[in-house]
C-alpha cells in the first residue's frame, strides 16, 4: 500500500488551516497557533526530559543578541515561573564598533519589553582593552590568529566569570540542531574526538568547581524552525553583521548540510543521532577522560596549564584583568 503523505503539507495537520511551517522530513505542515505550540512545547519538554535545569536554579543566559540566544531568553523567561527557576541574561560587549553598540541597544529593550533581568560584560572591564584595539595588535601581527578566534575564547571566559559571579549554577546558550550536526560533522573531519565525547545537549557537569555547566535548549531545533518562531513570535534582532566575521570552514559545512537535506530530507536528523550514539561510546572509552586541569596563571580552567585566554592576553600584551586582581 502506498501512502501519500504529501497531502498533508497543504494545511496544518492538526487543524487543516492555512500553513506556516512545513516538516519536509516528516511530510506535515503546521499553522502559525499549532507550530508556536509545537516549538514551545518542545523546548519545554526538552529541559524537563534532560533535567536540564532543576528547581530554584539561577540559569545564565548567554544572549549575543542573534535569533536563537533571544529566543532561548524569551523562553527560559517564560518557562521560570512554572518550573521553578530564575533566569538573568548575560551579553558580552566586546567592544566592536558600530556592531556591538546596535545589538546592545536592541538587546537592552527586548529584555525590557519581556520583563527579564540582562547583565553587560565588557572585554573592556576585564582585559582592559576592546576587540577593536586587539584587532590593532593582531594587525600589526599579520593576523597570525583570527579576531574571531581570539573573540569566542574570551566571551566564553568572561561568561564564565560573571556566571560565577552573579552565582549562577547554569549557562544557557542558543546552539540549535544545525549547530550542533555542524560541529560534529567539523570535529570528525578534524578527528577531534575529546570534543564529540565531551558535547552534548548538557556539558561541564562536575568537571571543574570553577565551570559553569552548559545547557542547550534548543537543542532539538532547527535552525529554520528558530528563524520561523522568532519571526511568528516578534522576537526581533536588527541584522547587522559583525565586521570582523569570516565565513571559512564552518560555512562550507552549514552549506553543503543544507544540500544534502535539501535532497534527502531526514539526513539532518539522523546526523543527530549518530552524534549521540557516537558520543555516548567515546564518553566511555579514553576520549571521555579528558581531566580539565587548572590555568597556573589565572586560576581557571584550562585544557592544559596555561588556559587559552591567558595565552591570548600576553600574546596581545594584556594585563592582568581588573576582576582577576580583584579576587587575589
Ligand atoms: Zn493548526
Ligand atoms: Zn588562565
Not at 206 to 227: A, M, N, Q
Not at 263 to 274: A, E, Q
Request: charged share 25%; hydrophobic share 40%.
Amino acid at each position: 500500500m502506498k501512502f501519500n503523505l504529501g497531502r498533508y503539507a497543504m494545511k496544518c495537520f492538526i487543524c487543516g488551516k492555512k500553513p506556516v511551517y512545513h516538516y519536509s522530513d516528516f511530510s506535515f505542515s503546521l499553522c502559525k497557533r499549532h507550530f508556536i505550540e509545537w516549538f514551545e512545547k518542545r523546548v519545554f519538554e526538552t529541559i524537563r526530559r534532560f533535567k536540564l535545569i532543576n528547581p530554584g536554579e539561577l540559569v545564565a543566559v548567554a544572549v549575543s543578541g542573534g535569533k536563537d540566544s533571544l529566543t532561548t531568553l524569551y523562553l527560559l523567561n517564560r518557562f521560570s515561573k512554572e518550573l521553578n527557576f530564575d533566569v538573568v541574561g548575560i551579553a558580552v560587549d566586546e567592544g566592536i564598533k558600530g556592531y556591538r553598540e546596535c545589538k546592545l541597544e536592541a538587546l537592552r529593550k527586548f529584555a525590557d519589553e519581556i520583563n527579564a533581568n540582562l547583565i553587560i560584560a565588557s572585554f573592556k572591564e576585564y582585559f582592559g582593552a576592546t576587540l577593536d584595539d586587539m584587532v590593532q595588535v593582531l594587525k600589526e601581527k599579520n593576523f597570525e590568529y583570527k579576531p574571531c578566534t581570539i573573540c569566542g575564547v574570551f566571551r566564553r571566559y568572561v561568561i564564565n566569570l560573571k556566571a560565577r559571579e552573579i552565582k549562577a549554577s547554569k549557562v544557557a546558550t542558543g546552539h540549535n540542531l544545525d549547530d550542533e550536526i555542524q560541529v560534529f560533522v567539523m570535529n570528525m573531519l578534524r578527528a577531534g574526538l575529546r570534543n564529540i565525547a565531551r558535547e552534548g545537549i548538557i556539558s561541564g557537569l562536575h568537571e571543574h568547581p570553577k565551570f559553569i555547566p552548559r545547557i542547550k535548549p534548543l537543542y532539538f531545533c532547527r535552525e529554520r524552525e528558530v528563524l520561523a518562531y522568532s519571526i511568528l513570535s516578534g522576537i526581533e534582532t536588527p541584522f547587522v553583521e559583525c565586521s570582523y566575521v569570516v565565513h571559512a570552514f564552518r560555512d562550507k559545512i552549514r552549506r553543503w548540510i543544507n544540500k544534502v537535506e535539501s535532497l534527502n530530507p531526514g539526513v539532518k536528523l539522523n546526523l543527530l543521532v549518530s552524534k549521540e550514539l557516537i558520543s555516548n561510546l567515546l564518553r566511555n572509552s579514553k576520549y571521555g577522560e579528558g581531566v580539565i586541569k587548572t590555568c597556573r596563571v589565572c586560576g581557571e580552567p584550562s585544557s592544559g596549564d596555561l588556559c587559552k585566554a591567558c595565552f591570548f592576553k600576553n600574546y596581545l600584551g594584556l594585563g592582568t584583568s581588573i576582576v582577576l586582581r580583584r579576587e587575589m
